[in-house]
């Protein structure tokens, strides 16, 4: 037995005990969006890659405001899964339909728990004439990603911002998430398909550079079976994923096949995971780690080395059977050298040192501490994040 109202626990946190409780903390605004140059302009001069909440939620925000005011965006198009309360963002909608805008929104009704404030929100969207669209029959829009269509002196032009996590300013400090801008424009050829598609009630299987469930399962299978390859013919197969759930059948045997192959695996999944690492003959060459500590691990990574073409994927979905059958998600690829050795070395590698929050999946189902080595530093990767990630540009420092 247990108590019935976990909520009222969060009580604790207002009892004036300082050391229990972690030092504050502010979001950084990186030094690229805190000089107001638009938007845009950074967008198009290059991707931009944000890591939430050690990099402020600001600029996403400030994203959809801005294109809400300003006089050459055509079109915003945007899914909204959970939002909360007084939503800077469903405000900001609202303001480019006022506008003049064509605004189109995604909006999941039957996201858990957020029900209710998502029907105030889906009328609120459209009492101001917003186009407001709630799913396709039998799946949920899971999508994180918001399309700005501009005009400007060379033509058409579309900007994207992507994501593992909510438009939600407040679990954007408590959630860490990657947000990622582009103006990548086979990217936003496919966003618009997309959204055309979502809008239509009919979806296309095939897209240019974003992976979609529910087609997405094969995609990634097909790239462990690549490493498989790439592991016999050249022994330095190598696979890490991050993720909040691991329960697919399909995607954990190719895991195992892939392991019984020879790859070395990395996995990093918070919450429940049915595969089972480092049995003989199965999964030796998989490993699987735990991090829950200050804040909620949701970022979902996919990175696949294949000799020096790395790939690294991002997105909304978790390896379970209702995200890869059962809902509209993505990925979408990080292919800015800089960005994407950040994700390799600077989360991924960082999260596989942890040996503070970190907890060892065995063999048998239970989990260990992962304790420094006899000499050995310690090493929270959270810790790490908040002294050490600043969001840069390509090319800065």
Same mark, same amino acid.
């Given at each position: 037995?247990?108590?019935?109202?976990?909520?009222?626990?969060?009580?604790?946190?207002?009892?004036?005990?300082?050391?229990?409780?972690?030092?504050?903390?502010?979001?950084?605004?990186?030094?690229?969006?805190?000089?107001?140059?638009?938007?845009?302009?950074?967008?198009?001069?290059?991707?931009?890659?944000?890591?939430?909440?050690?990099?402020?939620?600001?600029?996403?925000?400030?994203?959809?405001?801005?294109?809400?005011?300003?006089?050459?965006?055509?079109?915003?198009?945007?899914?909204?899964?959970?939002?909360?309360?007084?939503?800077?963002?469903?405000?900001?909608?609202?303001?480019?339909?006022?506008?003049?805008?064509?605004?189109?929104?995604?909006?999941?009704?039957?996201?858990?728990?957020?029900?209710?404030?998502?029907?105030?929100?889906?009328?609120?969207?459209?009492?101001?004439?917003?186009?407001?669209?709630?799913?396709?029959?039998?799946?949920?829009?899971?999508?994180?990603?918001?399309?700005?269509?501009?005009?400007?002196?060379?033509?058409?032009?579309?900007?994207?911002?992507?994501?593992?996590?909510?438009?939600?300013?407040?679990?954007?400090?408590?959630?860490?998430?990657?947000?990622?801008?582009?103006?990548?424009?086979?990217?936003?050829?496919?966003?618009?398909?997309?959204?055309?598609?979502?809008?239509?009630?009919?979806?296309?299987?095939?897209?240019?550079?974003?992976?979609? *469930?529910?087609? /997405?399962?094969?995609? @990634?299978?097909? &790239?462990? $079976?690549?490493?498989?390859?790439?592991?016999?013919? !050249?022994?330095?197969?190598?696979?890490?994923?991050?993720?909040?759930?691991?329960?697919?059948?399909?995607?954990?045997?190719?895991?195992?096949?892939?392991?019984?192959?020879?790859?070395?695996?990395?996995?990093?999944?918070?919450?429940?995971?049915?595969?089972?690492?480092?049995?003989?003959?199965?999964?030796?060459?998989?490993?699987?780690?735990?991090?829950?500590?200050?804040?909620?691990?949701?970022?979902?990574?996919?990175?696949?080395?294949?000799?020096?073409?790395?790939?690294?994927?991002?997105?909304? *979905?978790?390896? /379970?059977?209702?995200? @890869?059958?059962? &809902?509209? $998600?993505?990925?979408?690829?990080?292919?800015?050298? !800089?960005?994407?050795?950040?994700?390799?070395?600077?989360?991924?590698?960082?999260?596989?040192?942890?040996?503070?929050?970190?907890?060892?999946?065995?063999?048998?189902?239970?989990?260990?501490?992962?304790?420094?080595?006899?000499?050995?530093?310690?090493?929270?990767?959270?810790?790490?994040?908040?002294?050490?990630?600043?969001?840069?540009?390509?090319?800065?420092?």
């Amino acid at each position: 037995h247990g108590p019935l109202g976990l909520a009222d626990l969060t009580e604790l946190t207002r009892l004036d005990r300082p050391a229990l409780k972690y030092p504050p903390f502010l979001p950084t605004l990186p030094a690229q969006f805190s000089n107001k140059d638009s938007m845009f302009d950074l967008i198009r001069w290059h991707d931009l890659l944000l890591y939430h909440p050690y990099d402020s939620f600001t600029p996403v925000v400030d994203f959809v405001q801005e294109a809400a005011h300003d006089p050459d965006v055509l079109a915003i198009k945007m899914t909204l899964y959970r939002v909360g309360s007084n939503s800077p963002i469903v405000q900001a909608l609202k303001e480019a339909q006022e506008n003049g805008k064509q605004v189109a929104v995604l909006l999941e009704l039957k996201a858990r728990f957020d029900e209710e404030n998502n029907i105030v929100w889906a009328r609120a969207l459209e009492d101001v004439g917003v186009h407001v669209r709630y799913a396709v029959i039998g799946l949920k829009t899971h999508a994180k990603m918001c399309l700005v269509i501009r005009k400007e002196a060379d033509g058409i032009q579309r900007y994207m911002h992507m994501g593992t996590g909510n438009y939600n300013p407040l679990t954007g400090r408590l959630y860490t998430d990657l947000s990622f801008f582009t103006y990548d424009p086979a990217i936003g050829a496919d966003c618009s398909d997309l959204f055309n598609a979502l809008t239509g009630y009919s979806l296309k299987t095939a897209y240019r550079k974003l992976i979609v *469930a529910p087609w /997405m399962r094969q995609a @990634l299978i097909q &790239r462990i $079976e690549r490493e498989i390859c790439r592991h016999h013919e !050249h022994g330095d197969g190598y696979i890490a994923f991050k993720m909040n759930s691991l329960v697919d059948p399909q995607c954990i045997q190719t895991l195992y096949r892939a392991s019984q192959a020879g790859v070395k695996i990395d996995l990093q999944v918070r919450g429940i995971c049915c595969l089972r690492p480092g049995v003989p003959g199965m999964s030796e060459t998989i490993s699987v780690t735990s991090i829950v500590g200050r804040f909620l691990e949701h970022a979902r990574i996919y990175y696949f080395r294949n000799g020096e073409q790395h790939e690294v994927l991002a997105g909304s *979905a978790d390896l /379970m059977q209702r995200n @890869l059958d059962r &809902r509209v $998600e993505i990925l979408f690829p990080i292919e800015n050298a !800089h960005l994407r050795d950040r994700i390799i070395n600077d989360i991924l590698a960082i999260h596989q040192q942890d040996n503070v929050q970190a907890r060892r999946l065995l063999p048998d189902g239970r989990y260990e501490r992962l304790p420094p080595a006899d000499g050995a530093a310690t090493l929270s990767s959270q810790a790490w994040q908040l002294t050490n990630w600043r969001g840069q540009l390509p090319g800065t420092t």
